[in-house]
């Protein structure tokens, strides 16, 4: 989700498709002129922008000519939203003007990074070359993907160009995160950050490099800063050259280096639903009320639209799209299409429905048990997602459901 500023327009699009060659395209710059900046710009409040962004600037000083390549070029057109949901949306490199695209940031209150690339004259101008190449109709598009290829991978590929891929053999080590914790801690809304750690498989929780993890451009960054490589000649210089601070965002919180903890507020919410369901279910065993069961009928209708709901999506974005991030969830343990059976259910129970005052606490225990069993196979090498922020919350509000079907509900049939 590393978009660009930009969601161009379809006429804006094939307008950027068509684009005059740089003085360096056609031998006009002298590679000892050139410049290679890489931009780093900072996350932003919505969720596309949360993991921030990133472009690469080539500058002629002596021509004074200067020009920014974007890789997050994407088009708000009739054909962008079936795109993402089926996960095949196309982005491409496009050209933008340099100053403007800096200022664009700064309005928005975001983070502005300059950094200049300490490379031969040579492999500045191979770099420079190869943009040019890329912005070419036939080369500029490709399909995204969140984190194998993105604004800042794009970008990645071309720094280890420019150092004949000594970048990418310092970048085997191992990473600081895993996929799961880079994402979860640049959640800056933790509800919507779930949701995303919700929808993700174990495809995101193995050991990675810090080459994957330069899907992130602050990673990009910091490894570009880090990183040492040694010239034709022998000798080991940083690829950091000269870093300038174009602007410091004023209001946004700074991303946190580790993922935060979130086991409590799961259990607490696992708690609370569970909870209510329980206490209402109990005073409507005590009292047998219109109120308690209207109340307690609602309570299973809503956990089944939403934990239900949840469900339905993961398994049909499994089955018929190309979102591979999000195929073998394990959370269908927890949250499985059958939960939304609680919605009919529950609202026929709030009516009076004698077959759904049989039924639904039988549904609530079989939910139950399906959630045990998806605990008990977790010891087993098969499932590795790291899905346990949803087992606190399922297992806890399941099995309060589940005891008070048994208690309250259910024993009240018995008699």
Known sequence: MVFSMIGATANDAAAQRVVQPAPWANGSSNPQNLKIILVTIGPGY????????????????????????????????????????????????????????????????RDVRLLELNLPPKERAQIAAALEENIRPENREYLYHHYDDNCATRIRDMIDLGTQGQFKEYSKKPAAHNLRGHTLRHAIYLLLG????????????????????????????RHALAFKYKTPDGEVVPLAGKQTYYYEAQDRPETPDDPPFLYHWMFFWG??????????????????????????????????????????????????????????????????PATFLLLP?????????????????MLWIGLCGIGILGVLVKPLPWFDQHNYLTM????????????????????EKAE
């Open 46 to 109: 919505d969720v596309p922008s949360w993991f921030g962004h990133t472009a690469i600037a080539v500058q002629d000083t002596k021509l004074n000519y200067t020009r920014a390549y974007n890789y997050g070029m994407f088009s708000f057109d009739s054909t962008y939203l079936p795109k993402f949901v089926m996960g095949r949306l196309e982005f491409w490199v496009g050209v933008v003007p340099y100053e403007p695209m800096l200022r664009f940031y700064k309005k928005l209150d």
């Open 194 to 221: 779930y949701g995303m750690m919700y929808a993700e498989t174990s495809s995101i929780d193995r050991e990675i490099t810090a080459w994957e993890e330069m899907f992130l451009p602050s990673e990009l960054e």
């Open 271 to 336: 708690l609370l639903a569970g909870g209510v369901g329980f206490l209402l279910a109990r005073q409507y065993r005590k009292e047998q009320a219109r109120k308690w069961r209207v109340l307690l009928g609602l309570h299973s209708a809503f956990i089944g639209s939403s934990f239900g709901f949840m469900g339905v999506l993961i398994l049909l974005a499994w089955i018929f799209t190309d979102h591979v991030v999000m195929a073998h969830n394990e959370n269908l343990f927890f949250t499985n």
């Open 345 to 361: 259910l529950g609202l026929m129970f709030a009516w009076g429905s004698q077959r759904a005052k049989r039924w639904l606490p």
């Open 392 to 411: 606190v919350m399922c297992v806890t509000m399941l099995g309060l459901m589940a005891a008070a079907s048994k208690m309250f509900l259910l024993e």
